[in-house]
């Protein structure tokens, strides 16, 4: 499977590495296994070949769950919040009917009461496929749309940041000048050696003493996705794609960045401050030295923010990528009364409970 999924990738030209096999691999091998649901999660790899080549993966697992109450068997793409996004691996050039001819085939292959397509490209070939006459087989509905900012890094550094907010820049300015000023305060680029790398350490360190902490997302306690970028670390360094920015005060970690990177992209995939350290804002001077440095780069043509359009990020550019969580339903009983539930009954739950809040509201101001 790893050699037909990275000949596909190569072949499609544009793909990034959250569709690699590597990826995916070490997100099944971390995740997987502890989705809960009725039944464990299965995984689900349907892939079809045309003269002796793969022309279509679809990486998904299947897992009986309890939908809005009801046990139901579903079909879900391999994402969760560590994929900047997700996709089917497709060759360019594959028709839309084509696509969608093949993503019917797993549909009917399954069975699902219902899909969930997390974070799929709204660019994306399937997305464009699902849209076609021949899905009109399947009720698709979207929400949760994820705004992820896009910095453009071919073109010179001195014009992309005269481009940015006077705010921007003056906040920049003064955050320059404090740390030029403070000479315990360095920030250090480290090609990452593998998953042992002391850099990496450091970086659990600081996320132990971050505000995630309080929401049980930071690397220390968390170990499924610690162990995920263990994994993926592993497979990058072996070419020199892994690498974490690093800021110290006093030689004590205090902020960082872990970049993956693939032919084109660099992709801050995961960062953290000490909270104790705040004032020095160490996390906003982590991003401007890696992110200038991709500018410096000319084999990196994008910096993918890798996140939702945070406050702080939309000072960086006016270029997202669009993705949205889709639902699929079949036209089948059980199906259109997941769907029914789900886009009609309580879209329409919630417009009535904000009527009749505003008309308290309205209430209260009369009296």
């Known amino acids: 499977m790893r050699s037909a999924w990275e000949n596909a990738f190569r072949a499609s030209g544009g793909l990034k590495l ?3 096999w590597s990826w995916f691999y070490s997100w099944w091998c971390n995740f997987g296994p502890h989705f809960e649901g009725v039944e464990p999660a299965q995984l689900r790899v349907h892939w079809f070949e045309s003269d002796g080549k793969v022309r279509a993966i679809f990486p998904m697992y299947a897992q009986r769950v309890r939908a809005r109450g009801f046990p139901a068997n579903s079909l879900r793409a391999m994402s969760n919040g560590h994929s900047p996004y997700w996709d089917a691996v497709l060759s360019p050039d594959l028709p839309a009917d084509d696509v969608w001819n093949a993503f019917n085939a797993v549909v009917k292959s399954e069975s699902p009461d219902y899909i969930v397509l997390r974070r799929l490209r709204d660019d994306s070939q399937l997305n464009d496929a699902l849209r076609t006459e ?3 087989s ?5 929400k949760n749309a994820l705004l992820t900012p896009i910095v453009d890094t071919t073109g010179d550094w001195d014009t992309y940041i005269a481009q940015r907010s006077r705010k921007y820049r003056q906040n920049l300015r003064r955050k ?3 740390f030029d000023a403070d000479d315990g305060l360095t920030v250090c680029r480290y090609i990452l050696q593998g998953s042992d790398d002391q850099a990496f350490e450091d970086a659990v360190s600081i996320s132990a003493n971050s505000w995630k902490v309080d929401v049980g997302n930071d690397l220390a306690s968390n170990t499924m996705s610690r162990s995920f970028l263990r994994q993926q670390i592993d497979y990058l ?3 020199g794609k892994a690498c974490i920015w690093m800021c110290r005060k006093d030689g ?4 960082y960045e872990l970049h993956f990177v693939d032919d084109s992209s660099t992709f801050p995939i995961r960062a953290d401050y000490d909270r104790r350290f705040s004032k020095l804002s160490p996390g906003s001077l982590v991003e401007y030295h890696a992110l200038r440095s991709a500018f410096n780069d000319p084999s990196i043509r994008a910096y993918d923010c890798c996140a939702d359009d945070y406050k702080y990020l939309r000072n960086l550019t006016n270029d997202y990528r669009y993705a949205s969580d889709v639902y699929a339903f079949p036209r089948r009983p059980v199906s259109q009364l997941l769907g029914g539930i789900e886009f009609d009954l309580i879209p329409f739950a919630q417009r009535l409970w904000s009527e009749i809040r505003s008309l308290r509201g ?6």
């Open 18 to 20: 959250p569709l690699s």
């Open 134 to 136: 021949g899905a009109k």
């Open 138 to 142: 399947l009720r698709c509905g979207a």
């Open 176 to 178: 320059l000048r404090d």
């Open 237 to 239: 360094v072996q070419e």
């Open 252 to 255: 004590h970690p205090i902020a």
């Open 362 to 367: 309205q209430g209260h101001k009369s009296k």
